[in-house]
């Protein structure tokens, strides 16, 4: 048992949730660099910093965490170019959150709904179109733009005392959402207490998170990186929230990010509980969650994943046959650093003109991304799908646009994607 939830820098040893020491190493990444820390053309004559990357699972509580936190600072940088609003199939997707959430509660018209790290807007853009109000955090400049979108948003990181100033200026709210960041934010537990602060007794806190069952079940090791320092299963969260007198009502496992959870804790303790929760619970332990051979399996699924792709690359250069890469999620840097894909393989990857990542060059193995019209006008025999939990949508989609190139899936297990 731990007596808060915020965690310090550096190397950790024992489980975020539950404190125990009781934890099973499952894979060593390697040194690498924070997986957003795109470059600069400029940052390529400096030294690059690297932090570990290990995985590992608590034998306790079924918390599956990194061991070392690196700072925010370095992690979400003002001009961190991720933004949610990019992909249609996401916008699509994240709107599901305001769709399962007022089916499942009756707010009151005009009630608060507020999001932390909220991005663009595109998760409250959803519930404002359903008549409530909406409120973002999000501590980045990608703020700004939510703003000019007409979602009000204010730059911050989210913990007590921002919870504390909201409350005096817009009123408790009735739902408070952390899509995809609930399980990257060190200072877990100023969170869970600024949420407390800010809900209406009864109202609700929806997280959504990558999966640790989806995780295993298809190789994600890609998605491992500082950013994500804990990747959950329901056991885990129903013994964190439990710890703040929170009651996890409903879950529901969702397809964002290659496999998410969606968990609904309702503040306060006497609530009615969806049979969905002793459902997953009864799933999770039968798939073996709750144990290490599973995890032992994953780690070894991941090594040769790594070494297929490596072999079939340089079979491929050795044939005097060109690779590209295809889109630049988070996820891509660990996959390509862990897969020693350098620019000598890989020599670029191709993004759509839209992205604000153009010009920028990934972290560790130093690929330049470019505009992928370079991508159609040079005809690459081979192209890698770095995001491949979404090949299929975005296959399509080059296709249309003409692309011949043979795609590479690299994972669960590498295959190719004929033209
Ligand atoms: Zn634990």
């Known amino acids: 048992m731990i007596q808060h939830h915020d965690l310090p820098l550096g190397k950790i040893d024992y489980c975020q949730v539950c404190g125990s020491k009781n934890l099973h190493d499952v894979i060593d990444l390697g040194h690498q660099a924070p997986c957003d820390s795109l470059l600069w ?33 370095e992690l979400f940088f003002p001009d961190y170019p991720y933004r949610s609003g990019i992909t249609a199939t996401l916008v699509e997707k994240l709107s599901k959150t305001a769709v399962s ?59 007590e005392e921002t919870a504390q100033e909201i409350v005096k200026s817009h009123g408790h709210a009735h739902a408070i959402c952390a899509t995809n960041v609930f399980a990257h934010i060190a200072s877990m537990g100023s969170i869970i207490r600024g949420v407390e602060t800010l809900l209406e007794e009864g109202g609700v806190f929806v997280t959504e998170s990558h999966y640790l069952m989806d995780l295993l079940e298809t190789v994600q090791y890609d998605s491992i990186y500082h950013e ?82 490596q072999q079939m690359v340089l079979d491929i250069r050795s044939r005097g046959e060109r690779v590209v890469g295809i889109a630049c999620p988070g996820r891509s840097s660990t996959l390509v650093n862990y897969t020693s894909l350098n620019p000598d393989l890989m020599p670029y990857i191709a993004e ?28 690459p025999e081979y192209a890698i799908m770095l995001s491949w939990h979404y090949a299929e949508a975005i296959c399509n989609n080059l296709r249309k646009k003409g692309l011949k190139s043979k795609i590479i899936v690299p994972l669960p297990e590498v295959h190719i994607l004929e033209a």
């Open 101 to 159: 959430t007022l089916g499942r509660f009756d707010f009151p018209e005009d009630s608060l709904v507020m999001d932390i790290g909220s991005n663009d807007g595109t998760v409250l853009r959803a519930f404002k179109e359903r008549g409530m109000k909406v409120l973002g955090v999000e501590a980045t400049n990608i703020a700004k733009i939510a703003n000019e979108n007409g979602i009000e948003t204010i730059q911050a990181f989210f913990n």
């Open 352 to 379: 759509q003109s839209t992205s604000l990542k153009l010009g920028l060059f990934l972290p560790g193995m130093h690929i330049p991304i470019v505009d992928e019209q370079r991508m159609f006008d040079e005809e």
């Open 41 to 73: 053309p400029q940052q390529l004559d400096e030294a690059e910093k690297t932090y570990p990357l290990r995985f590992q699972v608590c034998k306790s509580c079924s918390l599956g965490q990194i061991d070392y936190v690196v700072p925010a600072e």
């Open 228 to 309: 994500h320092l804990r990747y959950y299963t329901l056991k885990s969260l129903i013994y964190l929230f439990d710890q703040y007198g929170f009651t996890i009502t409903d879950v529901e496992r969702i397809p964002n990010y290659g496999g998410s959870i969606r968990v609904f804790a309702v503040k306060g303790t006497d609530h009615e509980v969806s049979s969905n929760v002793a459902d997953l619970l009864a799933e999770e332990e039968a798939y073996g969650l709750y144990d290490t051979d599973v995890f032992d399996k994953f780690a070894a699924r991941t090594r040769k994943a790594r070494d297929d792709l």
